[in-house]
Structure formats: structure tokens, C-alpha cells
């Protein structure tokens, strides 16, 4: 069955600490993987999506980044946190053309301090 | 560009309905809804992709007009389990799925 693995559940950074979320799928392949950061009370902001391996779209042009090393594995990092980056990530993926549902990791919230 | 999500929030007492509108200012080639329970990940709802569909499970249905610029999302007989912020995704082509700013549902007994 297809699974989306997101760590860490919860994670508390100081500013200027560097940053890396990891999510992994299994039991696909070759999906659309996306990364999104929803701040407290607010809506689903698009980060970053790849439709393949090394083929990152960016949304956001602050200081985060994103890399797709392999197939299935997806990575958010960032060299200095700010304050601003605090919130809820969620990473999802999707198979095909996008004409079924989005599969959601359960997320990672980051505090930054 | 973000779909935009009518109302921001609803409160309403168990039993009552509730509709939830996502517009965008052009045609798309689907929307998606999902429900986001505080502090967990989105669920999906349903997915529409044809100009006049209209489907649904349950009490909570979806419809996606003829020009494909609106979506409506209909709650009837709303459970306490309804509560929630309720989101709609738009396709916007390239592979891109944008989110709403979400539509917070509050249900009462």
C-alpha cells in the first residue's frame, strides 16, 4: 500500500539554526511530491513540488529550499531560520495527473525561538 | 493564483447547513476539497473535474460549475464530527495544486 512518511513530528529551532524535513513515499513511483507550510490559523502556503528527480518548482523565494534526491524522497532545508519560518509543514504527493485525491504526511510543526 | 474561499468561517448549531464557495478568476482543470482537522494533516473529500459535476458521499456533496471558475461545497445535516477548516485545491495546470485560505466550520451541539 502507498505511504507517506514525514519526520520530525515536532521540532523546536533557534533562529540562524539550519533546517532539514525529510518525507519519503512508498508504494510508488515517479510522484508529484509538494511541500507546504500552514502558520497558525492560516491557509496551506505552496512551497516547492516536483514532478521528478532534481526537478524542484519553487513558490517561495525565501530562505527556504528543496531537493528531490531520489525518486520517492523529498527534503525542505534552509541555512539560517528566521522567526518568520515557524509553522505547520506538511508534505503531500500525488500520482498522475493530479485527477486523484492528494496524500498528506502528517506534518511537522516548527518553532522557531 | 490562490483560489479564494467563502465564508472564512461558520458556526452552526447540529442539524443545521452549511455551503462553502471557491472562486477563481479562471477556468481550472479541477478542484479538490479537504477537511483539516486542528493540528492534523488535510483529509480528502472529493475531486471534480468536469465543467456541471456535481457529486458527494454522505451528507456532504460538491458541485463545479459549467465554466469551471467556481466550486461549491454543501454540508447537510451537519454532525459535530463536520467541525474542521475546510480547504479547496485548484489545479492550476504544470502539476501545481494552490490551496484556499480555508473556510473554518464550527459545529454546536
Known amino acids: 500500500s502507498q505511504t507517506i512518511h514525514q519526520w520530525p513530528a515536532t521540532l523546536v529551532q533557534p533562529v540562524g539554526s539550519p533546517l532539514s524535513l525529510e518525507c519519503t513515499v512508498e508504494?510508488?513511483?515517479?510522484?508529484?511530491l509538494y511541500w507546504y507550510r500552514q502558520a497558525a490559523g492560516r491557509g496551506l502556503q505552496l512551497l516547492f513540488y516536483?514532478?521528478?528527480?532534481?526537478?524542484i518548482s519553487s513558490e517561495v523565494p525565501q530562505n527556504l529550499s528543496a531537493s528531490r534526491p531520489q525518486d520517492r524522497q523529498f527534503i525542505l532545508s534552509s541555512k539560517k531560520l528566521l522567526l518568520s519560518d515557524s509553522g505547520f509543514y506538511l508534505c503531500?504527493?500525488?500520482?498522475?495527473?493530479?485527477?486523484?485525491?492528494?496524500?498528506f504526511g502528517q506534518g511537522t510543526r516548527l518553532t522557531v525561538v | 493564483q490562490q483560489p479564494v474561499q467563502s465564508p472564512q468561517a461558520v458556526i452552526l448549531r447540529e442539524g443545521e447547513d452549511a455551503v462553502i464557495n471557491c472562486s477563481s478568476s479562471?477556468?481550472?482543470?479541477?478542484v479538490h476539497w479537504y477537511r483539516q482537522k486542528h493540528g492534523e494533516a488535510p483529509v480528502f473529500l472529493m475531486i471534480?473535474?468536469?465543467?456541471?459535476e456535481q457529486k458527494g458521499h454522505d451528507k456532504i456533496s460538491a458541485s463545479f460549475n459549467e465554466k469551471k471558475q467556481q466550486s461549491s461545497l454543501y454540508l447537510t445535516a451537519s454532525q459535530l464530527s463536520y467541525s474542521g477548516t475546510y480547504f479547496c485545491?485548484?489545479?492550476?495546470?504544470?502539476?501545481?495544486?494552490?490551496f484556499g485560505q480555508g473556510t473554518r466550520l464550527t459545529i454546536n451541539p
Open positions: 479562471k477556468a481550472l482543470y479541477s
Open positions: 485545491g485548484t489545479d492550476q495546470g504544470a502539476q501545481k495544486l494552490v
Open positions: 508504494g510508488t513511483s515517479n510522484p508529484n
Open positions: 503531500a504527493w500525488f500520482v498522475g495527473q493530479m485527477n486523484t485525491e492528494a496524500f
Open positions: 516536483s514532478v521528478g528527480i532534481g526537478q
Open positions: 471534480l473535474l468536469k465543467g456541471g
